[in-house]
Structure formats: C-alpha cells, structure tokens
C-alpha cells in the first residue's frame, strides 16, 4: 500500500490516480455502473479507507470522474480544431461525434450524472460539477464559434442535441450483460445493439444541417 499524501501535489496526484482508476476500470467492466470503491482504491493502490479522504462516495467519485471528462472533451475538441477555420455543419458535427465518441466513460456518465449522480452528493459537490461543465461547455461553444460558419445560437443548440444523443447511444449500444444474454435468446432485438458512432454520425449531421435552415444566423435576416 502506498504511503499517506502529505503535500498539496501528493493529494492533487492521488485524486488523479483515484479517476484514472476508475475510468480504467470502467472501460474493462463494461461501464461505470459495475465500479466499485473497493476495487478502485485496490487498483490506485490506496487502503479501501483511503478513498475516503478524497471522495466521501461512490456518486462523488463519479461526478469529479465526469467533471474530469468535460475537461478532456473541450481539451479534444480544441486539439481537432487549432488552426482550422471556415467549417460547415457537416464538419463540425463530425468533429463533435469524433471528439466525444473517444471518450466512452464521458458518454457513459452523461447518463448517469443526469439520472442520479448529481441529486446523490451534497450541494457544494454538485455545484462544483455544474460549476465546471458550464465554464467547459461555453469554451467549447467558443472554440467551435472561431473555427465554423455557424452562429453561436446554432452551435449551442447542436452541443444540446449532442449531449442527450451521445449519452442514449452509448447506454443502447452497450447493453448490459443481462440484456446481451436476451438478445442472444431474442435475435431480432439485436438490432437495439447499435453502432454508437455511425448512428450518432447520422443525427448530428441532419441536426447540423437542418439548424443552419431552421435557425439562421441573427445577421441573415438583414442581408
């Protein structure tokens, strides 16, 4: 086991390796809803008390996995996007579905946060969580702004639309075990095992496309 973190570094170091556990885990288990504190303090190395003094639950560890999640996908989003200008709808929602479909745990809580993880922690928690996605959320919105030829209004409600999407998708693409089991008895359920990236490819191009027709820029108006 390793030795109690003394120094600020040591703390912020340990948390870190807490996350990357458990999303380490959660991509080997199928999903975040088989992770456990157990097995995350044994895998980061920790005693199975030592979660606690970073993370007062599961929920919690979760939501900070989540928070983390938002930072990695404006992190993408920004990498995909640096020095590229003049993007169409297509190309901007493609690159949303690229970005985000790299990040299974991330569309995997987006889920999870909306259901339960956010009501389940305390108030400070939960607007530490809604504090961060935001302040992501808009620096996406303005990384997307500078690189697209559409409007912050039409890229606002495409990110909205991405969101639900991505989180759905990934919930019926990955089916837990006892639904994989059903579909093996059922063959003609199959089907609601879909392919996570080419169907969220499919919806946010037409979502992309249809709001430059239904949700002009402000300026178009006065042209």
Not at 161 to 173: E, I, K, M, R, V
Not at 188 to 217: C, I, N, S, Y
Request: glycine residues 6%; charged residues 20%; aromatic residues 6%.
């Amino acid at each position: 086991m390793r030795e109690r973190a003394r120094s600020t570094e040591d703390k912020a170091q340990r948390s870190e390796d807490l996350l990357a556990a458990a999303e380490a885990l959660a991509l080997e288990l199928g999903g975040v809803r088989f992770v456990t504190v157990a097995a995350v303090t044994e895998r980061a190395g920790l005693h199975r008390t030592g979660v606690r003094r970073y993370y007062a639950s599961k929920e919690e560890l979760l939501l900070a996995l989540a928070e983390r999640g938002w930072t990695h996908w404006r992190n993408a989003i920004s990498t995909r996007l640096a020095g590229r200008t003049g993007l169409g709808p297509s190309d901007v929602s493609d690159m949303l579905v690229e970005t985000i479909a790299s990040l299974p745990v991330f569309c995997d809580l987006l889920a999870h946060a909306t259901m339960s993880l956010e009501g389940d922690v305390d108030i400070e928690c939960a607007r530490r969580y809604k504090t961060h996605a935001f302040a992501a959320h808009d620096e996406i919105i303005e990384l997307l702004e500078l690189a697209s030829l559409m409007s912050n209004s039409q890229l606002r409600a495409l990110v909205a639309a991405t969101l639900p999407l991505a989180s759905g998708l990934w919930q019926a693409a990955h089916p837990t075990p006892t639904l994989a089991e059903l579909y093996q008895q059922v063959p003609g359920w199959r089907h609601l095992t879909l392919d996570f990236t080419a169907h969220l490819t499919v919806l946010l191009r037409a979502m992309a496309v249809g709001l430059v027709e239904t949700l002009p820029a402000p300026d178009a108006g006065s042209a």
